[in-house]
């Protein structure tokens, strides 16, 4: 069984900052692709950024390039999205996921498990 604890969300201001948090089991952690989408009402999910935890590579949508940035705490199994700069545009609901399948620029377009999703709301 695969958990993924999707936390970190809330309500800011435009030009604000977040941080979302996953935390997952040690296996998952060391063995998947680590990775964030997020769905807006009435819009298509869309890929946010991808973590190879073994490297710490990283790979952002061109959406939240430059204002996101992932990291990892390999000692807690948890990756952190940073999101500074947030624009109302970003309002969605964020999942985390794992086991993700990427594009050829790295961008998530699908994942094999799902957290229960975060709520980010920015206002402008």
């Known amino acids: 069984l695969v958990q993924l604890v999707g936390t970190g969300g809330g309500s800011v201001q435009a030009g604000g900052s977040l941080r979302l948090s996953c935390a997952t089991s040690r296996y998952t952690y060391n063995t998947m692709r680590m990775c964030w989408s997020r769905q807006a009402p009435g819009k298509e999910r869309e890929g946010v950024a991808t973590i190879y935890t073994n490297s710490g590579r990283t790979y952002y949508g061109d959406a939240v390039k430059g204002r996101f940035t992932f990291s990892q705490d390999n000692a807690k199994s948890t990756v952190y999205l940073q999101m500074n700069s947030l624009k109302p545009e970003d309002t969605a609901m964020y999942y985390c996921?794992?086991?993700?399948?990427?594009?050829?620029?790295?961008?998530?377009?699908?994942?094999?498990?799902w957290g229960q999703g975060t709520q980010v709301t920015v206002s402008s």
């Open positions: 996921a794992a086991d993700c399948q990427v594009n050829s620029d790295g961008v998530p377009t699908e994942s094999g498990y």
